[in-house]
């Protein structure tokens, strides 16, 4: 998994909870995603980051928030969780290669809202 | 608005039995398509990536093209192991964070 671990790999909480699930490379990417896929609609990124401290939103990132303050971890939270939310997320890296970035992936967390 | 297309959904194989699965695209403009592979519970591995009209990859039973419209992977004399879930994804130019966007993959099974 191109060193990349993710925890934890699996949670139940209950709706109303605040979740953080982490994301830990040690390739030294600069370059960090967050996805969710679900089925029916594939692999969606949530937000993303382009070095410490720089975080963008991605395309489905209402009720997620990011935080990245060591290039190696990167964090997202759900600040209240709610059913909508339940999926497998996972992390991914990259490092650019000319205007290219081919991600990698972790192996991901399944996160149920109960 | 862009869309990445993969077909057929499933496709059931037997052990030998060459065939190709689709990914078709139409966006604004193309910096690459990648092929991904991802196994039940696991996340998605790397295959290829493809930059341009007319280049072809190959890596083991697997060989992956690219059209102006459409990229194939064609999997010769697939094993069992060959089973799983192959998605493409499509990174468009303009987009120097690399977002991409997936297809909803194909689901491989190949029987003995």
């Known amino acids: 998994d191109a060193g990349i671990t993710q925890s934890p790999r699996h949670k139940v909480t209950e709706t109303g909870t605040p979740v953080t699930l982490r994301c830990h490379q040690t390739?030294?990417?600069?370059?960090m995603y967050w996805y969710r896929q679900d089925p029916g609609h594939g692999l969606r990124l949530i937000h993303y980051?382009?070095?410490?401290?720089?975080?963008d939103k991605g395309e489905v990132s209402d009720g997620y928030s990011v935080s990245r303050s060591k290039t190696e971890d990167f964090l997202l939270t759900l600040e209240s969780a709610t059913s909508s939310q339940t999926s497998v997320y996972f992390c991914?890296?990259?490092?650019?290669?000319?205007?290219?970035?081919?991600?990698?992936f972790g192996p991901g967390t399944r996160l149920t809202v109960l | 608005e862009d869309q990445v297309t993969q077909s057929p959904e499933a496709l059931r194989l037997q052990e030998g039995e060459s065939s190709s699965l689709n990914c078709s695209y139409t966006?604004?403009?193309?910096?690459?398509l990648f092929w991904y592979r991802q196994d039940p519970g696991k996340g998605p591995e790397f295959l290829f990536t493809?930059?341009?009209a007319g280049e072809e990859k190959e890596k083991e039973r697997l060989k992956a093209t690219l059209t102006k419209k459409e990229s194939f992977l064609h999997i010769t004399a697939p094993k069992p192991e060959d089973s799983a879930t192959y998605l493409c994804?499509?990174?468009?130019?303009?987009?120097?964070?690399?977002?991409?966007?997936f297809g909803q993959g194909t689901i491989l099974t190949v029987h003995p």
């Open positions: 991914a890296i990259s490092e650019t290669s000319g205007s290219i970035n081919e991600q990698f």
């Open positions: 390739e030294n990417h600069r370059y």
């Open positions: 980051s382009y070095g410490v401290k720089d975080t």
């Open positions: 966006v604004s403009g193309l910096r690459g």
């Open positions: 493809l930059y341009s």
């Open positions: 994804a499509v990174q468009l130019r303009g987009t120097s964070y690399g977002k991409l966007t």
